[in-house]
T-cell receptor, first 112, second 111 residues
C-alpha cells in the first residue's frame, strides 16, 4: 500500500463552480496520476506528473488542470465544473520499476 | 493510440466452473497488469506480467501474456463466490509508467 489519501471522498456541487480534488502520498513515489472511472469506459487517464512541477496531459484532459508543488501532493482542478465531469476520480502513484501503480480510495464527484 | 479491449464485459458463472477473460491490445508492449475492483472500492493489483510467455498464478486465478499475439488471459479455475468483482487489464503506455486500461470484465459467481 503506497499510503495514498484522497480528499474529499464525496462531493456534490453545482455546474459552473470550481472544484479541487487532493491526493496525498507518503511513499515518495515519483509518478502520480489522476484517472476518472465511468461505466463502460474503464479508467481513463486525465493528467499525470513525473516530478515536482512536471505534469502532462492524459487521454481526457479537457476541462481539467493539475499542479504538483511537492512530491507528496497532486491536485486536480475543475475550473468550471460541468455535468459531464460527474464521475469517480482515482489518484494513483507509480515508480520507474516494474511495480504496479497503487490506487487511492477514490472521490465520488456529482455535479448537478 | 493504444487500445485495450477486454471480453467478455460481463460474465455470470456458477461456482465450480472454469472460465477465461481475454485482454487484447493494439500496439507493442511487454508489460501488462491485472487488477481487481470490488464494488465501491479501489483497485487492487493482482498480477504483473513482464515478458512474453509470462505466467503467474495466485489461488484460483492464473494470468498469462503472449506479446506476439498482443493477448493476455486471466483464467479462473473452479470459481467461488468471493471472486465476484470487476477485473481490469492495463498495458504499459509510453513514458512515466503510464497505463492504458481495458473497460473491465464484471464477474458474477453464483451459488
Amino acid at each position: 500500500d503506497a499510503g495514498i489519501t484522497q480528499s474529499p471522498r464525496h462531493k456534490v456541487t453545482e455546474t459552473g463552480t470550481p472544484v479541487t480534488l487532493r491526493c496525498h502520498q507518503t511513499e515518495n513515489h515519483r509518478y502520480m496520476y489522476w484517472y476518472r472511472q465511468d461505466p463502460g469506459h474503464g479508467l481513463r487517464l486525465i493528467h499525470y506528473s513525473y516530478g515536482v512541477k512536471d505534469t502532462d496531459k492524459g487521454e481526457v484532459s479537457d476541462g481539467y488542470s493539475v499542479s504538483r508543488s511537492k512530491t507528496e501532493d497532486f491536485l486536480l482542478t475543475l475550473e468550471s465544473a460541468t455535468s459531464s465531469q460527474t464521475s469517480v476520480y482515482f489518484c494513483a502513484t507509480g515508480t520507474a520499476s516494474n511495480q504496479p501503480q497503487h490506487f487511492g480510495d477514490g472521490t465520488r464527484l456529482s455535479i448537478l | 493510440e493504444l487500445k485495450v479491449e477486454q471480453n467478455p464485459l460481463f460474465l455470470s458463472m456458477q461456482e465450480g466452473k472454469n472460465y477465461t477473460i481475454y485482454c487484447n491490445y493494439s500496439t507493442t508492449s511487454d508489460r501488462l497488469y491485472w487488477y481487481r475492483q470490488d464494488p465501491g472500492k479501489s483497485l487492487e493489483s493482482l498480477f504483473v506480467l513482464l515478458s512474453n510467455g509470462a505466467v503467474k498464478q495466485e489461488g484460483r486465478l492464473m494470468a498469462s501474456l503472449d506479446t506476439k499475439a498482443r493477448l493476455s488471459t486471466l483464467h479462473i479455475t473452479a470459481a467461488v463466490h468471493d471472486l465476484s468483482a470487476t477485473y481490469f487489464c492495463a498495458v504499459l503506455t509510453g513514458t512515466a509508467s503510464k497505463l492504458t486500461f481495458g473497460t473491465g470484465t464484471r464477474l458474477q459467481v453464483t451459488l
